[in-house]
């Protein structure tokens, strides 16, 4: 599964086909809302980085830890559906961007291609990010944006 998404990814999108595999671990999602709670605002996407982070927008799925790199994924996850794959998908972006030492203008940059490529991959099954997670592209790209 992994090794498939890798070739994906770095078929499709300008990320480096690095076969190092991240460590997966699961963990609740009271666990993972926790973790990501204390990673807090201000070392935003420092260690484990995740996602949108307007308070309330949206429930934390996974998480990306680029010291350990380590993907955390809800222990409810199974991926069997492409949702749950999407999700795997996301996680393994910042896996490559990490490995790869790619450079952001800042921490919150990363999601763009994250999300891109999870609505990307969605759209094989003809389903979208916006239906599934209920995050459409314009936020995506409001909230990857370095303003502030
Ligand atoms: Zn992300």
Redesign the pocket.
């Given at each position: 599964m992994l090794e498939e998404i890798v070739t994906w990814l770095s078929s499709n999108f300008d990320l480096p086909a690095i076969k190092e595999r991240p460590a997966v671990e699961f963990a609740s999602r009271m666990k993972l809302a926790t973790m990501r709670a204390g990673d807090g605002a201000l070392s935003e996407g420092l260690t484990n980085?995740?996602?949108l982070n307007q308070p309330g927008q949206r429930q934390v799925v996974?998480?990306?830890n680029d010291k350990s790199k380590t993907i955390l994924l809800p222990d409810d996850w199974t991926g069997t559906s492409p949702a749950d794959q999407s999700i795997l998908v996301?996680?393994m972006?910042?896996h490559l961007q990490n490995l790869g030492k790619l450079t952001f203008e800042c921490p919150r940059a990363?999601?763009k291609s994250?999300?891109l490529a999870q609505d990307e991959w969605l759209g094989r099954f003809g389903m979208s990010l916006e239906h599934e997670f209920d995050v459409d592209m314009f936020t995506v790209l409001i909230s990857s944006a370095c303003m502030f």
């Open positions: 980085h995740d996602e996974a998480l990306y996301h996680e972006v910042h990363r999601e994250a999300y």
